[in-house]
């Protein structure tokens, strides 16, 4: 094989070692190639041309790309914002509801009357006292 025929790289024609193969990874291999009826070095350059070559042509980018991880993470917290925004401004306008029927009840009975949440707003504003 030419350099032409094999992509441009130069054969080589010595004995190519790879360190930090483990031992169960070398007993699987070894038992692969045996029941193929190779080598293990046929065995291993065939294994890894095809891992190498799926490699290869498998898309280069991730599937959730940065940036829409981050335009997702964005639009979430202004969503999680605007929620918040919400419920504020519905617990602004029922305690200013809450206040407004609790004066007009303490102008009308000072010491709240009967009524619970009157004096409820009576003793947290420090007018009624207990009798």
Request: hydrophobic content about 35%; aromatic content about 4%.
């Amino acid at each position: 094989m030419t350099k032409k025929q094999n992509g441009g790289l130069p054969r080589e024609k010595e004995t190519w070692a790879i360190r930090g193969i483990e031992p169960e990874t070398r007993t699987a291999a070894t038992m692969a190639a045996r029941r193929a009826g190779q080598t293990v070095g046929e065995w291993c350059n065939k294994a890894l041309r095809d891992a190498a070559t799926a490699s290869l042509k498998a898309p280069s980018t991730p599937a959730f790309p940065i940036e829409d991880t981050l335009a997702e993470l964005v639009r979430q917290m202004q969503a999680d914002r605007e929620e918040r925004q919400r419920e504020r401004d519905e617990l602004t306008a029922r305690v200013s509801a809450m206040e407004a029927r609790g004066e007009a009840e303490q102008v009308s009975r000072p010491n709240g009357g009967g009524n619970f949440l009157g004096r409820l707003y009576g003793l947290l504003r420090g007018k009624d006292q207990p009798s």
